[in-house]
C-alpha cells in the first residue's frame, strides 16, 4: 500500500520564466523537495543526509505532465505517493494543485545504489522497515 504526504510550497521567481510562469524544470525541483519532505517523515532523515552515511538514491525513470500553468507567487500543494516496488526502488508519484485546480502530475523512480561500488543494492532493512511500518499506519 502506497503512502501519501502533503509538501507545500511557492513558486518563487527563480522558478518562472520572463512571463511569469513557472518553467518545466522547476516541478523536478518541487518533485526533489516533496521527497525530501517525505523521507524526512517516514524515514526521519533526509535523502541528502542519508547520502553523507552513504546510502544513495539516484533517478533512473522520470515524467512530467502539465496540465496547468503555475505562476510566480502561487501557493502550490505537491501530493507525494510513494511504494517500494522492489527491494532497490521506490516510486514517487506526485500530483500538484493550486487550490482546486490539478496543474501537474508525475513520478520519478530512484534506486538505491551503493556509492562505491555503483550498483544498485538493496535498500537498507532499517530504512524499508519504516517504510512498511507507515504503509500500515497511513
Not at 525541483?29 to 517523515?41: D, G, L, P, Q
Not at 533517478?59 to 507567487?73: C, F, R
Not at 516496488?85 to 551503493?114: H, Q, W
Request: net charge neutral.
Amino acid at each position: 500500500m502506497p503512502i501519501t504526504e502533503i509538501y507545500e510550497t511557492t513558486v518563487k521567481v527563480y522558478d518562472t520564466d520572463f512571463q511569469g510562469i513557472s518553467h518545466y524544470a522547476s516541478y523536478y525541483r518541487f518533485y526533489t523537495n516533496a521527497i525530501t519532505y517525505f523521507s524526512t517523515k517516514v524515514f526521519g532523515d533526509s535523502l541528502e543526509s542519508m547520502a553523507y552515511r552513504g546510502i544513495w538514491f539516484v533517478v533512473v525513470e522520470s515524467y512530467s505532465k502539465y496540465h496547468m500553468p503555475a505562476k510566480l507567487g502561487d501557493k502550490l500543494s505537491i501530493e507525494v505517493t510513494a511504494a517500494m516496488i522492489n527491494p532497490k526502488a521506490i516510486k514517487y508519484s506526485f500530483r500538484i494543485f493550486r487550490g482546486s485546480d490539478f496543474l501537474t502530475e508525475g513520478y520519478l523512480t530512484m534506486v538505491c545504489v551503493d556509492p562505491k561500488a555503483w550498483k544498485s543494492t538493496n535498500i537498507p532493512d532499517d530504512l524499508a522497515e519504516k517504510f512498511r511500518i507507515n504503509e500500515v499506519s497511513k
